[in-house]
């Protein structure tokens, strides 16, 4: 009876051996999808911490990781600069101008969108290559390595473009030499003389400089002389845009010893035409209408002083006081002197608030 037993037994396995192969070959991923969904379940129950063995590896993370292994960035400590303790790092500098944003008489100041290139050598970037051909990286790598600080003097607002991504970008060559290149917009002084105006022309400039490394450790300069400087046709409303010239010098600073200092230095002359429209026609036009007091008879004293005085003197009034705020603040506080002291403008009172 057992020997028969066992006999069924070994028959019914013989039977369904081949229908566990039929399945299991018809379902190979059946066991991957139970271990993502078991790395899935894992993952809401611990916090969010997921065993790596079961997490699938990410190819977009296995290329970085590829490339700072190349790059040695784990291997040095890039808070200090190239060649510490040696010469000063030669960094070159060419700007491309994009635009003249704006030119503000009564802040003094410019806005100018450039592209902002750096050049320089770090050998702990060098890296193998059979094709001698550079590699390119955005602003997460530029993090982690060192890059000169250079910064605008006299600046009041600055920012680098973050659209669709920040305006940054780095490239490493096999030998170690870098470009490192951002797309920046400043808003920076620029000190104005209005003794000349309409007729003036201003001498406005952009400087550059390291903010922390001095000529012993960072030397500045135009990287190609002067066709370092490149600029886009640029159209202003009010001024003619003579000359784009970069030029070079020494800072001193009584704490910190001297700094190389680079200069983009432009010149604006102002459009004449605008104010003779707005200024210099209107006012002969005046001048010409106070004439006509001489053709009226000289008896004729009210008619004389109403037309050739009093009306000559409210054009006047409202014509000053309507260009007034159009004007810079020296030439607006001329005006406002004048004023006063013909007595041409009525101030109103304040208000006198009387409790009852």
């Known amino acids: 009876m057992r020997v028969a037993l066992l006999a069924f037994r070994l028959m019914c396995l013989a039977w369904l051996w081949p229908i566990t192969q039929l399945n299991g070959s018809h379902f190979p991923n059946k066991r991957r999808h139970k271990e993502m969904y078991i790395g ?66 009564v802040n003094m100041d410019f806005t100018m969108t450039l592209y902002l290139r750096h050049y320089w050598q770090d050998d702990r970037l060098a890296f193998a290559s059979s094709n001698n ?51 920046v917009t400043v808003t920076a002084l620029c000190s104005m003389d209005f003794s000349s105006f309409p007729l003036d022309t201003q001498n406005c400039s952009l400087e550059l400089e390291s903010y922390a490394y001095n000529e012993n450790d960072l030397m500045l300069y135009w990287k190609n002389g002067n ?12 001024f003619f845009i003579e000359d784009f010239q970069p030029s070079f010098g ?23 035409f605008f104010f003779m429209l707005q200024t210099y026609f209107p006012t002969m036009l005046m001048v010409m209408l106070s004439w006509v007091s001489f053709w009226i008879d000289r008896r004729a004293v009210p008619a004389r002083v109403s037309l050739g005085t009093e009306t000559m003197c409210q054009n006047v009034h409202y ?19 004048l004023l006063s002291s013909f007595q041409l403008t009525k101030y109103e009172d304040a208000p006198t608030y009387v409790q009852t």
């Open 40 to 105: 899935e379940n894992t993952k809401q129950k611990h916090g969010g911490r997921v065993n790596l063995k079961m997490k699938k590896l990410d190819s977009t993370k296995s290329l970085l990781i590829k490339s700072e292994q190349l790059l040695r960035i784990e291997d040095h400590d890039f808070a200090m600069r190239p060649g510490f303790g040696g010469s000063a790092i030669p960094v070159g500098i060419d700007v491309q101008v994009e635009s003249i944003d704006s030119i503000s008489e």
């Open 227 to 238: 066709d370092s400087l490149r600029t886009d046709e640029i159209v202003l409303s009010q």
């Open 319 to 337: 014509y000053i006081k309507y260009i007034i705020w159009q004007q810079p603040p020296t030439v607006m506080k001329s005006f406002r002197l």
């Open 133 to 183: 051909k550079s590699r390119t990286f955005d602003s997460r790598l530029v993090k982690k390595i060192w890059v000169p600080d250079v910064f605008f003097v006299h600046s009041k607002r600055s920012f680098i473009h973050d659209t669709t991504m920040e305006n940054i970008m780095l490239r490493v060559y096999p030998d170690g030499n870098i470009l490192y290149s951002v797309r």
């Open 250 to 272: 020494l800072a001193f600073y009584s704490s910190t010893g001297w700094y190389n200092r680079l200069y983009i230095n432009f010149i604006l002359r102002r459009h004449i």
